[in-house]
């Protein structure tokens, strides 16, 4: 027994040093994770949102607004891009701290919201052969193009199970489907239609938009991320303060 106390002794000091590194890793991974922003991104979304190339995130709202935030939190920024449908299980687990551009009633979850970030609105588009409706109610049983896992309650609640949806990928697909005659009705995002038709060769011959809804984005928090609520409501108000927020919107309006 007492031969063996020197054997002992080291293994007890191996073992120390051995959880100490394990301590100290940990500690460094935490604080590398803590001086970084992850902001999660739909993959699927295009222009003026996003353009990615190559699997980054390369010119949009999305990229202007995250680079505002990770100013604005003094953190470094790295965006992920991941599918529609696998966003909201991302966010929950804690795998990015945030999420733009939503409202609480677009995404199924538990988490902290921010402040207002954009106001925007959605209208319904119609293609000018077509005949205009003269409202949402007129449009009971006849396909509208959307855009697939996008939800529209305001429209559920007036159509209800009258509500047809055609969905399509992206509003690119979207607008091809009503330009070739696919569909003859679109809901879309009034600023998106802008700008689509400001970049169009041939802009499509559209009735006057119907007002479909009015609404407010936030950004989502997740709850087992590294940003807090506070911080990030922090950022958003200094990107308004600062203008920066104005010209997000008129470089992309």
Avoid at 1 to 6: A, E
Avoid at 228 to 246: C, F, P
């Amino acid at each position: 027994m007492v031969g063996s106390q020197p054997g002992n002794c080291l293994f007890t000091r191996m073992r120390q040093l051995l959880l100490s590194i394990a301590a100290c890793m940990i500690l460094a991974t935490a604080q590398v994770r803590g001086g970084e922003l992850v902001v999660l991104v739909d993959r699927a979304a295009d222009m003026p949102m996003s353009r990615i190339d190559d699997g980054r995130l390369v010119d949009g709202v999305h990229k202007m607004l995250g680079e505002a935030l990770a100013r604005g939190t003094g953190r470094e920024l790295r965006f992920l891009l991941l599918p529609r449908k696998r966003i909201s299980k991302a966010l929950q687990e804690g795998q990015a701290d945030i999420l733009c551009g939503y409202t609480p009633e677009w995404i199924e979850g538990d988490f902290l919201w921010t402040e207002p970030v954009f106001t925007a609105e959605e209208v319904l588009v119609t293609d000018a052969n077509y005949p205009r409706p003269a409202s949402i109610a007129d449009l009971r049983g006849q396909p509208i193009g959307t855009i697939l896992g996008y939800q529209h309650p305001e429209i559920e609640k007036v159509l209800g199970p009258d509500f047809v949806r055609d969905d399509s990928p992206n509003m690119e697909t979207n607008l091809e489907k009503l330009a070739r005659g696919r569909v003859h009705h679109i809901l879309i995002a009034r600023g998106v239609l802008d700008y689509r038709q400001r970049l169009r060769a041939i802009p499509l011959k559209l009735h006057p938009p119907l007002l479909a809804a009015s609404f407010t984005t936030r950004c989502a928090l997740s709850r087992k991320g590294q940003l807090s609520l506070e911080v990030a409501n922090r950022a958003i108000a200094a990107a308004e303060k600062d203008g920066t927020l104005a010209q997000i919107m008129a470089r992309f309006r």
